[in-house]
């Protein structure tokens, strides 16, 4: 980050400006419509006002940066500083009223995810990282974070969003994981990264995520000690199919089953 | 509830109990281990202590009400007034860090619920209910519950723990419900009964629940307007197979299909 000097707390002004618009939405009924004209792809007004906020005040503060968003799409995809915003990452978790979603902020320079942050407005927590560190804050005070260890699968806790939401060539090399593990939860989105980075789980494994959808995560758990990469061990940070691990001996035994997937 | 007077404010004081019990196992990796020696069943030190630190509060004020409890059994199981107890429901997402857990507390007269509270304690969250009412405290304040109007399961967001979690004889019943609502959800025990009574949801569809793990939720939802039965129609007080609806309309939907689940 050679070209600017970013201040941490900037995150938390971009954080509490995504609150103040999403937290009079949250467990309200008025606000949830369909983005998609077919199937269900909750987006609602909370999302719109979030980024919107979010982009305001990082236009003024930075000029110069790029910024892509969920919602509002591409400004200067190609500035060697990109903001990569999800205002509501988990929208079927917040359309149902459970705390597990989250604002998802992410700073990229050159391509390379350098700083980033899950605020997670109703439990008042944010997990942040970035330049090798990690940290929290929320209810019981803050703290720096680090994954756990974690010897192999067999002791392993791992997160996907839905075992139903692979691709029919990903599905086998999935479940060839999942039989594996200790113990698999779904139903959570970005929360789930925040806990591998705060050393309460081992493993994530998703598919079909956007840029927008991982770029804040990879910091955080990087930050704290883990790894993320796609299904082939390549870089995370343009989205697709990502497995994230709190160590590299979890990670190298999930690469070795993930990688079997073909190309869809 | 005419042989007893019972201050609704004695609920609040087992969920401190609860409260100081668990709080400083959670998100802690000291105190996990396996209850059953096959098989992966969590329970933790806190489970213990605060099941311990609950029924004390209650011999000593109610020496002549039974208890169940998770951890530590049946005592006058057939006294007039029973309580029953899970400290800990929702042990997986405990163990993940996740705040969707909770502690549940039932009250039973003649062996109907008819007092009930699930307390988050991360969250500070308290849902309770009986006598034709439902009351929630937290974050945002404290408030009156009621359930959501929903027109049909087509409108419908469902829960369930764990798709995989049916015995054989249940899937293809399940799945039928599942196939018609608008949206799924996994990995969440007692915190999905009271979104359903809070509003934020339509449906909970589970089986295999003991009497702790539902006691304490009938009243939360009934008290808010819903539905609380087995897959029969019948009586949900003693666990089993439970649909729990924020209507009736949905509820008669869903037990359409689940009434036709064989007996295990």
Request: charged share 20%.
């Amino acid at each position: 980050l050679e070209n600017f000097d970013l201040p941490v707390g900037f995150f938390d002004r971009l954080a509490d400006g995504a609150a103040a618009a999403i937290m009079p939405h949250f467990r309200s009924l008025s606000s949830v419509d369909n983005k998609a004209a077919s199937g269900f792809d909750p987006v609602t007004v909370a999302d719109r006002d979030a980024e919107t906020a979010m982009r305001t005040l990082i236009t003024e503060s930075y000029p110069n940066h790029g910024i892509i968003g969920e919602e509002f799409g591409s400004d200067r995809p190609d500035a060697e500083a990109v903001w990569a915003l999800d205002p509501i990452d988990g929208t079927r978790a917040f359309i149902s009223g459970l705390p597990v979603w989250g604002t998802l902020i992410g700073l990229t320079h050159r391509s390379i995810p350098v700083l980033g942050m899950m605020a997670q407005h109703f439990t008042g927590e944010r997990f942040a990282g970035g330049n090798g560190h990690a940290w929290y804050t929320g209810p019981g005070g803050p703290s720096d974070m680090a994954t756990r260890s974690c010897a192999s699968l067999a002791d392993a806790v791992l997160f996907t969003t839905s075992p139903f939401l692979f691709h029919q060539t990903e599905v086998e090399a999935y479940r060839a994981v999942e039989q594996q593990t200790k113990l698999a939860r779904y139903g959570v989105d970005c929360y789930a990264y925040c806990m591998v980075a705060a050393g309460h789980a081992d493993l994530v494994i998703e598919s079909g995520l956007k840029q927008h959808d991982i770029a804040g995560l990879i910091p955080v758990v990087e930050g704290a000690g883990g790894v993320v990469t796609d299904w082939q061990g390549g870089s995370a940070a343009g989205g697709g199919r990502i497995v994230a691990a709190g160590n590299r001996q979890v990670h190298d035994q999930a690469l070795e089953l993930l990688a079997k997937a073909p190309e869809a």
